[in-house]
């Protein structure tokens, strides 16, 4: 009799073990492109807890085994390195990889198949503003949570409010203040990332230019359309 129990116990351990570690993996989709339009195939892409590597296909597709909390890495010549986060969340992922232009780079680009030259040649040519990392992000909240340690952003009507860490206003709103293309704004919601050129936190001194309106902290954005 205890030595079935004791067996019951060590397979239900087994089986708890076992679900412990199903729970703790997920298997992540993706799509890989560049200039967010044209699909990189035989790009490389790693886990960094689980070990795991794969490569994407002919569209642009790849999934991988990656433990929750992990980091996929996708790192490969002529291109940025991304490193993109897997949380308890994260299903299906879609990637823009930004190209670096140089001469040499096109010859890696197209000779290691990335991407045909005729694709690659147009892109450089008319769609410089798709060559962006900040296009990896869905909306402006996520960039600034993103790039900015210590940034908050909690929902509100219009999308979000932005909070900085060591903002130090006695007024009754600690949002941050919004300056877009030199123009002060209560909502930076319409803003795609993709059109982002530059995006700042600024904080304590060099939040000073702004007066008392920037005691808060200062969320400064310069989009493409505002150079023009």
């Known amino acids: 009799m205890k030595k079935n129990m004791k067996r019951m116990i060590l397979f239900l351990g087994f089986i708890i073990c076992i679900s412990s570690l199903q729970a703790q993996t997920r ?3 993706g799509k890989i492109t560049a200039y967010n339009q044209y699909p990189l195939q035989n790009i490389q892409v790693k886990t960094k807890k689980s070990k795991a590597t794969v490569k994407s296909d002919s569209l642009g597709m790849f999934s991988i085994v990656a433990n929750e909390e992990d980091r996929l890495i996708i790192k490969t010549k002529a291109f940025k390195t991304v490193y993109q986060k897997v ?11 930004v190209f670096i232009d140089t001469k040499s780079n096109r010859e890696i680009a197209t000779g290691y198949g990335y991407i045909n030259s005729q694709d690659l040649n147009y892109a450089i040519n008319n769609l410089e503003q798709e060559n962006n990392e900040f296009c990896n992000y869905t909306n402006i909240f996520e960039l600034l949570v993103g790039r900015f340690p210590g940034v908050v952003v909690r929902p509100t009507a219009t999308g979000g409010a932005v909070y900085i860490r060591g903002g130090t206003s006695v007024n009754m709103s600690n949002e941050a203040l919004y300056v877009v293309d030199g123009g002060v704004t209560t909502n930076i919601e319409y803003i795609h990332p993709c059109d982002v050129r ?11 230019i702004y007066g008392s309106r920037g005691s808060n902290g200062v969320v400064v954005i310069e989009t493409k359309m505002g150079k023009e």
């Open 198 to 208: 530059s995006i700042n936190v600024l904080k304590d001194a060099s939040a000073s």
């Open 87 to 97: 949380d308890a969340d994260t299903d299906t992922l879609y990637i823009n990889l």
């Open 27 to 29: 298997v992540v989709y």
